[in-house]
């Protein structure tokens, strides 16, 4: 095969720009049905506390609050002849494969969970830095035009993944073992790294570090070698007003979210009656049947209407679906009235996520692509625990109904912040930060 076969090459097809990052948010979303939904289901059927399921979630969520410093390293050090970020998600790749495997290897989980929880964590470390690699392989590679439709096939595969993972996963711990549903969804992602390792970057690149090939112009001129250029480049582009107010989008979108699906399963468990299994079931199917969703229809309606424009219908119909929930009690111990509310909010809550993480992926450098991307991404996640965090106060002071309203206010809250967001504006601004002498003229 020659080294500049241009049917392999990300920078040429966007068929398989498509099928590249379908694939691996995919890969991304197979861990995370298990470890966030699947594993501590099971641990509560099996009778641990809350303590010793927290620790599980607490030990699968922390790696995820230190993408902000592994993004960096990915952008400053890399191997050339095969891409920017494509070395980076092989590595990410195979280690998400190999944590996979060893936590399958634990015996008798449930009584070792000291060795459950660092099993966690190790998968959850190299599930981060896949996803940093991803993003900015994702940021490099896609052109602006593609960037909503790539996003919703992204946001739709990982769902997809999650609620694959979880619904299989499920089914091989109650019929087999452990070591077995576990095992199958590390295979699966080792079958999936083989996407990243036959495909380029860029034209002419090297396939394996021995191959025939060399870097491209591309990455040679986008690639910052020192550690001040590159905190300058984030610098300039975090200083902008525009840049701060799409932060705050993130930051209050996904704190409502989190907010929001905290409360939902202690409101359907304590309130409609469900069982923890019940909540789970209704959860992936609504997340499966989104992210379908989001793959066929997500990026053709901001790419038919515009981002901003859906972005807005969708916080809108969030806050009124949510308003008519706050005030219909007499409904609230039906259960198809509260797994339909469950399948409506998570199909436009994906359609919401895919919206504002295009805006999110159009206004990033390439030359700092995994790292200013994350870093939208990492105040997103700040956003989540401070969600997370008002349960406690809202639930304790409050009635459901204004729990409920409260939530709507937020996304009432997002909306106003996204029409103070000038996206050309900041795009622009971006790109121009490409041009050294035009940094001193930005306009805040």
């Known amino acids: 095969m020659k080294a500049n076969t241009p049917a392999l090459s990300l920078a040429d097809r966007s068929w398989l720009r498509y099928f590249t990052f379908i694939a691996l948010y995919f890969a991304e979303g197979l861990p995370m049905g298990i470890l966030f ?39 400053r050090y890399t191997f050339l002849p095969m891409g920017r970020k494509r070395p980076w998600v092989i590595i990410c790749q195979l280690g998400l494969f190999a944590s996979l495997m060893v936590m399958a290897m634990v015996k008798d989980p449930l009584n070792h969970l000291s060795l459950l929880v660092a099993g966690g964590f190790l998968v959850s470390v190299f599930g981060a830095a896949q996803d940093a690699a991803t993003d900015g392989l994702a940021v490099d590679t896609i052109p602006p035009d593609e960037q909503a439709r790539a996003n919703a096939f992204m946001g739709g595969a990982r769902m997809i993944g999650s609620s694959f993972a979880l619904a299989l996963s499920t089914w091989l711990l109650e019929r087999y073992n ?28 090297k396939q394996l570090p021995w191959s025939a090939g060399a870097a491209s112009r591309f990455t040679q001129e986008n690639q910052i070698n020192s550690w ?45 009656g469900w069982t923890h299994i019940q909540y789970s079931n209704a959860f ?31 916080f809108f119909f969030i806050a009124a679906q949510t308003l008519v929930l706050s005030f219909v009690t007499v409904y609230w111990k039906t259960t198809p009235f509260v797994y339909s509310y469950i399948v409506i909010y998570r199909w436009v ?35 989540s625990m401070i969600g997370a965090a008002l349960i406690s106060p809202a ?14 206010a937020m996304m009432l809250l997002c909306a106003v912040v996204l029409r103070g967001l000038n996206i050309k504006k900041l795009e622009d601004q971006i790109s121009a930060l490409a041009e050294p002498e035009e940094h001193a003229y930005l306009e805040v």
């Open 395 to 408: 639930k304790n002071g409050f009635d459901w109904s204004t729990c409920f309203i409260f939530f709507a």
């Open 349 to 383: 809550n994906a359609f919401a996520k895919i919206g504002v993480f295009a805006i999110a992926m159009q206004c990033c450098s390439k030359k700092v692509s995994a790292s200013q991307f994350t870093f939208y991404m990492t105040i997103g996640a700040v956003g």
């Open 37 to 75: 939904i699947g594993i501590p289901a099971w641990m509560a059927m099996n009778n641990k506390t809350v303590a010793e399921i927290s620790a599980f979630d607490v030990a699968c969520a922390l790696p995820w609050t230190f993408k902000f410093f592994v993004a960096p390293l990915m952008d």
């Open 284 to 314: 992936a199917m609504a997340d499966l049947t989104g992210g379908i969703a989001g793959i066929l229809l997500g990026g053709w309606l901001i790419e038919r209407f515009g981002s901003k424009r859906m972005i807005y219908l969708y």
């Open 178 to 205: 452990f070591t077995v549903s576990t095992g199958t969804i590390g295979i699966m992602v080792g079958l999936i790294t083989w996407v990243p390792i036959l495909i380029r970057e860029q034209p002419g690149e």
């Open 228 to 272: 001040r250029a590159m905190y300058r480049s984030l610098y300039m582009a975090f200083r902008l007003k525009n840049s701060f107010l799409l932060a705050l989008l993130l930051l209050l979108s996904q704190g409502a979210y989190n907010y929001f699906e905290k409360l939902l399963p202690i409101f359907a468990v304590k309130v409609t």
